[in-house]
């Protein structure tokens, strides 16, 4: 388990707010979050951002 997902499964509505705050361009649809598809939402995050998966770690790691 990556250190986004360990993240997000802690606390959505903060990181969700947080990721937005980063970058403007994510809508709610982009951020719905569902138990067991969080690679589904890194993908999302990632083709919106142009975020590697590393970075976006990297970035939870911050938190």
């Given at each position: 388990m990556s250190a986004f997902t360990d993240k997000v499964k802690g606390n959505w509505n903060i990181m969700k707010g947080k990721l937005k705050e980063e970058w403007a361009e994510l809508?709610?649809?982009d951020l719905l979050y569902a138990e067991g598809q969080e690679d589904e939402l890194i993908?999302?995050?990632q083709r919106k951002?142009?975020?590697t998966k590393e970075q976006l770690e990297k970035w939870a790691?911050?938190?």
């Open positions: 809508t709610d649809d993908g999302r995050i951002t142009g975020q790691n911050r938190f």
